[in-house]
């Protein structure tokens, strides 16, 4: 997935530039990058834990992944949502 983000993450700076978006959206761009970036991170860690403290498959560390890629899920449709909200209204006037 984080290959995935990367590619989204290059093609939202393309179309920032061809926008030409504000400094604040700029900002707002960033920090989703960062969000989505963070919670990748955070589920990788949690998941590379839960394997290495049991390789048995067990209803609790299930959750622990499940809640972790969540967390990245929710991250990714608000970036998303965002995206959408300053790139829109662009795209319409062109």
């Given at each position: 997935?984080?290959?995935?983000?990367?590619?989204?993450?290059?093609?939202?700076?393309?179309?920032?530039?061809?926008?030409?978006?504000?400094?604040?959206?700029?900002l707002?761009?960033?920090?989703?990058?960062?969000?989505?970036?963070?919670?990748?991170?955070?589920?990788?860690?949690?998941?590379?834990?839960?394997?290495?403290?049991?390789?048995?498959?067990r209803?609790?560390?299930?959750?622990?992944k499940?809640?972790?890629?969540?967390?990245?899920?929710?991250?990714?449709?608000?970036?998303?949502?965002?995206?959408?909200?300053?790139?829109?209204?662009?795209?319409?006037?062109?």
């Amino acid at each position: 997935m984080v290959r995935f983000h990367t590619i989204a993450a290059i093609s939202v700076i393309l179309a920032g530039i061809y926008f030409e978006i504000s400094y604040f959206e700029w900002l707002v761009v960033l920090f989703t990058f960062n969000m989505v970036f963070v919670a990748e991170m955070v589920n990788t860690s949690i998941e590379a834990m839960v394997d290495l403290i049991s390789l048995e498959r067990r209803q609790d560390a299930k959750v622990a992944k499940d809640v972790s890629a969540g967390m990245v899920l929710v991250s990714a449709l608000s970036a998303i949502a965002i995206g959408v909200y300053i790139f829109l209204p662009k795209f319409f006037l062109l």
